[in-house]
């Protein structure tokens, strides 16, 4: 009985990773960044080329599935997704990402826009989630250096007495705070930048936890 609904969820898995590549992704023109968009409503097929930061968690997960024995090829879809989410960091004004980004001008001049109107930080984790995996899948230094440039942002930007602050723009050279430090920026952000900077994978090891939407612990138990 397990192994039929193991083998259903697997399917159920692949296909909508299937789904995402048929129907969702996209690659810039100027330099081949990928990215996933999505449909104002399927029925009239208007497809958005809006990229939002809540996205940046995908490649996180293919690189979990490579993990644990899937489509090996995930593995090269993810680091291009996981460039495209630092990307987002790495073109702001105080290196920190927007809410979202806009691929939709076709220029050989930049990969992607940002929005004015949803240009603030909220200290979200879905990047470093995806470094934490990706460096787990790959050994690739370059995740743990992108993950200390975003915690030196968040260091120089966000950090205000007893805690950290949202801030209203990334385009701001000065940018003011919003008055709200969100759970998940503890619950997740910190969590995930602590394992990718760990010396030891054995601390958490996903051999031995799952990690639920929100970071929070689930034990693997032995059958």
Not at 27 to 44: I, K, M
Not at 184 to 209: G, P
Request: proline share 3%; glycine share 4%.
């Amino acid at each position: 009985m397990l192994d039929n609904v193991l083998f259903r969820l697997r399917n159920d898995y692949l296909k909508a990773v299937d789904g995402i590549k048929k129907h969702l992704l996209r690659f810039s023109p100027r330099s081949g960044l990928a990215y996933v968009g999505s449909y104002s409503d399927w029925y009239s097929r208007h497809f958005r080329t809006v990229m939002e930061h809540l996205a940046c968690f995908f490649p996180g997960t293919l690189a979990l599935g490579v993990l644990h024995g899937l489509d090996p090829s995930h593995l090269n879809l993810a680091e291009n997704l996981t460039k495209t989410c630092y990307k987002m960091y790495e073109k702001s004004e105080v290196r920190l990402a927007p809410e979202a980004v806009s691929f939709g001008t076709q220029s050989y001049h930049q990969d992607f826009q940002f929005i004015l109107a949803v240009a603030q930080n909220v200290l979200r984790p879905e990047t470093v989630e995806s470094l934490f995996y990706m460096y787990l899948a790959t050994q690739d230094e370059k995740y743990r250096q992108w993950g200390w440039q975003i915690f030196k942002a968040f260091e120089k930007h966000s950090r205000v007495e007893g805690g950290y602050a949202g801030i209203s723009s990334v385009l701001a050279k000065t940018p003011s705070h919003i008055d709200k430090m969100e759970s998940f920026f503890l619950a997740e952000t910190l969590k995930y930048l602590y394992l990718l900077f760990s010396d030891s994978q054995d601390v958490l090891s996903i051999r031995h936890f799952v990690f639920n939407t929100e970071a929070h612990l689930l034990p693997i138990h032995d059958s």
